[in-house]
């Protein structure tokens, strides 16, 4: 058993440096030890050499985490600190920056658009006297012009764009549902992301953000799918997965996280198992006043 | 900075010196997991979950403990969660390195042979290779006596040199 571990500390390097020398001396002095110490340093030079290095999108998740949760931590201390009165000039600022922004859009728009609209409001003029809106000008102006052919390119201009868009909605509902299979969290969450943005899903992707949401194992995804998923809170199936998901969360943000939706779903359902868990002294002090809290706002 | 400096900095509040802890610990993390399962995908998740957890649970680090041991106890049980779940999802036991495959070069040939060496001496072996960890430290992490630690080392070097030459044949 001796001879075991002076071998181990003699391989990994542990031995003080008279005792490396002394046992080196009584390696080259047995033949079977020293075949015995040089196969397992072989081995074990191996595994030292085998390394792999991380890659820049491992930093770039990681970095990414760091940011969310210095937010989560910004939430957390906002809500802990009790509300202060903010001088009322200053909330009005936001709603300020946005009517300036859409009044630049517009006159931009208004900018680009107005050489089409005038060519068409002369040749109008000389048709027709200015009663009837932009839209029915346009029709009217080319009818007598061009006929029928003009007519019907224009439906088939408009039938090509509906076609068009129809595939894309199709072709990025499949983009999600691939990405919601991969096994990088980090390609999960671009699926989640895209979902977010599509105007509305099909019970196939839905079925899919559900499942997400029930079984990844990563706590940033099923977050995601939480805030992707409370669009569809009306969906039965949404409200049920939700509701499951209380029952079996266990990281404080998601807890959190899934009772504000319930709440803000007005998901009665959820009432007994809130009660639960104000009542279970096993639970996070925090979770049991977010589940009071919770409870009072569903049943005011 | 020590690492016990920086997770007490985090502990406090001031989550940026995880940053500090992030890339101390990265490579010897990811090579941790990556010698547990063939995928380098799953790996660089494993090591964002364990960052994850030091985050979340910050406040369960104790002002006396080594930052070096807690976080490979939790990376421990970080893997031991990945396995839970996905013999949950596949109701099967997950392969952790493939063994089926036609092994390409000596590489792979490691992958495996560590893959198939028992938890206790890989468990061992890894601490001691990617964190070069003290035996005492090795034995705080898996509940061992140094004497046990020593004695698994030696075997488990044993076995994976046997496991490899196996392989080789």
């Known amino acids: 058993m001796e001879k075991d571990t002076v071998i181990i500390d003699y391989l990994l390097g542990r031995l003080p440096e008279s005792e490396r020398l002394a046992f080196e001396q009584q390696l080259d002095a047995d033949l079977p030890l020293k075949q015995e110490a040089d196969g397992l340093q072989k081995i074990w030079y191996d595994v030292q050499q085998q390394e792999v290095e991380p890659d820049a999108?491992?930093?770039?998740?990681?970095?990414?985490?760091?940011?969310?949760?210095?937010?989560?931590?910004?939430?957390?201390?906002a809500r802990q600190q009790p509300l202060?009165?903010?001088?009322?000039?200053?909330?009005?600022?936001?709603?300020?920056?946005?009517?300036?922004?859409?009044?630049?859009?517009?006159?931009?728009?208004?900018?680009?658009?107005?050489?089409?609209?005038?060519?068409?409001?002369?040749?109008?003029?000389?048709?027709?006297?200015?009663?009837?809106?932009p839209s029915e000008e346009v029709a009217q102006i080319e009818k007598?012009?061009?006929?029928?052919?003009?007519?019907?390119?224009?439906?088939?201009?408009?039938?090509?764009?509906?076609?068009?868009?129809?595939?894309?909605?199709?072709?990025?509902?499949?983009?999600v549902l691939g990405l919601l299979r991969k096994e990088s969290a980090a390609e999960r969450l671009k699926g989640l992301q895209y979902a977010s943005h599509l105007p509305e899903l099909k019970p196939e992707v839905l079925r899919s953000l559900v499942r997400t949401l029930r079984q990844d194992e990563n706590i940033n995804v099923r977050l995601a799918a939480i805030e992707t998923l409370r669009a569809y809170g009306q969906n039965p199936k949404v409200r049920e997965a939700f509701l499951a998901r209380l029952e079996?969360?266990?990281?404080?943000?998601?807890?959190?996280?899934?009772?504000?939706?319930?709440?803000?779903?007005?998901?009665?359902?959820?009432?007994?198992?809130?009660?639960?868990?104000?009542?279970?002294?096993?639970?996070?002090?925090?979770?049991?006043?977010?589940?009071?809290?919770?409870?009072?706002?569903?049943?005011? | 900075m020590t690492d016990e400096q920086a997770m007490l900095a985090v502990k406090g509040g001031d989550l940026d010196k995880a940053a500090i802890l992030y890339e101390r610990y990265k490579k010897s993390l990811l090579n941790f997991f990556l010698y547990r399962q063939p995928s380098r995908d799953v790996a660089r998740d494993l090591t964002q979950q364990v960052f994850l957890r030091v985050l979340r649970?910050?406040?369960?680090?104790?002002?006396?403990?080594?930052?070096?041991?807690?976080?490979?106890?939790?990376?421990?049980?970080?893997?031991?969660d990945h396995l839970k779940t996905v013999r949950l999802q596949t109701n099967e036991i997950p392969e952790l390195l493939d063994t089926e495959e036609e092994p390409e070069d000596r590489h792979q040939q490691l992958h495996q042979a560590l893959g198939q060496l028992p938890d206790s001496y890989r468990d061992v072996l890894l601490l001691s290779r990617f964190q070069n960890m003290s035996y005492e430290e090795i034995g705080?992490?898996?509940g061992l006596s140094v004497a046990n630690v020593k004695v698994r080392a030696?075997?488990?070097?044993q076995k994976l040199r046997e496991l490899y030459f196996q392989l080789n044949e």
Request: proline letters at 5%.
């Open chain 1, 57 to 77: 999108g491992m930093d770039t998740s990681f970095y990414a985490l760091l940011d969310r949760e210095k937010e989560n931590q910004a939430l957390e201390k």
């Open chain 1, 84 to 133: 202060k009165v903010l001088p009322r000039r200053r909330s009005y600022w936001p709603y300020a920056a946005v009517l300036a922004a859409f009044g630049l859009m517009f006159w931009l728009g208004r900018l680009t658009v107005t050489p089409t609209v005038r060519t068409l409001t002369v040749e109008k003029t000389v048709m027709q006297p200015l009663t009837t809106p």
């Open chain 1, 144 to 175: 007598p012009k061009t006929g029928q052919p003009k007519e019907t390119s224009l439906t088939k201009v408009q039938q090509e764009v509906a076609t068009l868009r129809k595939e894309l909605k199709v072709t990025q509902e499949l983009v």
């Open chain 1, 248 to 300: 079996t969360a266990s990281e404080i943000p998601e807890q959190l996280s899934v009772m504000e939706t319930l709440v803000g779903l007005r998901i009665q359902e959820a009432l007994p198992q809130l009660k639960h868990l104000t009542e279970d002294e096993t639970v996070d002090p925090l979770i049991r006043q977010k589940a009071q809290q919770s409870i009072q706002l569903l049943t005011i």
């Open chain 2, 57 to 80: 649970y910050r406040h369960t680090f104790r002002e006396e403990a080594v930052f070096r041991t807690w976080v490979y106890e939790v990376a421990r049980n970080v893997f031991h």
């Open chain 2, 140 to 142: 705080q992490v898996l």
């Open chain 2, 154 to 157: 030696f075997r488990g070097l």
